[in-house]
């Protein structure tokens, strides 16, 4: 069964740091492109950042670039978001998701996990 | 950027009804076009990728269709436990975007 399973979040103030984690099993991780989507409090899904199976490459939205890191580690079968100058609108629930494995699904999020709360408050 | 525009925001409608949501693609995604089901409390569900592809487990009285750049989510017999939120997603480039959502209420 797959498994995602998020933690890192919390209370965090306007300008520090927080970092995400995600353990990933059930499936070959090494294999899939990994991603992390946000949801603000009774609000949509936004896509927040997409890493390759090696970690070479990695993708952001504009809101995020230059705050937001994604990173892997294979060995480990997990998923990092490492989020700096976080601001109040950065308050949302955190998914860890997978990427689909084919060239149809390959940028759809076939598997989520539970979330992870970050509130961005003074 | 493309932008995905969903419709309607909410929908009531009653046990055994057929109920359509629709996604309005600002530009041609070629049928890269994902369907999610948000139960409360819960985490997206993928339902549907490549506009009319099940995903493995979905009941079939979900389908996808599409029309130029118009995608639809139809739910026919509807059970209570279709009740959520549905999202549709453009998985054709960077940056990935979301519809914004619809409220699905069972009567």
């Known amino acids: 069964e797959v498994q995602l399973v998020e933690s890192g979040g919390g209370l965090v103030q306007p300008g520090r740091s927080l970092k995400l984690s995600c353990a990933a099993s059930?499936?070959?991780?090494?294999?899939?492109?990994m991603a992390w989507v946000r949801q603000a409090p009774k609000k949509g899904l936004e896509w927040v950042a997409t890493?390759?199976?090696?970690?070479?490459?990695?993708y952001y939205p504009d809101s995020v670039k230059g705050r937001f890191t994604i990173s892997r580690d294979n060995a480990k079968s997990s998923l990092y978001l490492q989020m700096n100058s976080l601001k109040s609108e950065d308050t949302a629930t955190y998914y860890c998701?997978?990427?689909?494995?084919?060239?149809?699904?390959?940028?759809?999020?076939?598997?989520w996990g539970q979330g992870a709360s970050v509130t961005v408050s003074s | 950027d493309i932008q995905m525009t969903q419709s309607p925001a909410s929908l009531s409608a009653s046990l055994g009804e057929t109920v359509s949501i629709e996604c309005l693609a600002s530009?041609?995604?070629?049928?890269?076009l994902a369907w999610y089901q948000q139960k409360p409390g819960k985490s997206p569900q993928l339902l549907i990728y490549?506009?009319?592809s099940l995903q493995d487990g979905v009941p079939s009285r979900f389908s996808g269709s599409e029309s130029g750049t118009q995608y639809s989510l139809e739910i026919n017999s509807l059970q209570p436990e279709d009740e959520g939120d549905y999202f549709c997603?453009?998985?054709?480039?960077?940056?990935?975007?979301f519809g914004s959502g619809t409220k699905l209420e069972i009567k």
């Open positions: 059930g499936f070959t991780f090494s294999n899939y492109y």
């Open positions: 890493i390759s199976t090696s970690g070479s490459r990695t």
């Open positions: 998701a997978r990427h689909g494995a084919t060239v149809v699904t390959g940028d759809v999020m076939d598997a």
């Open positions: 490549y506009a009319s």
């Open positions: 997603q453009q998985s054709y480039k960077f940056p990935l975007t």
């Open positions: 530009e041609d995604i070629y049928s890269n």
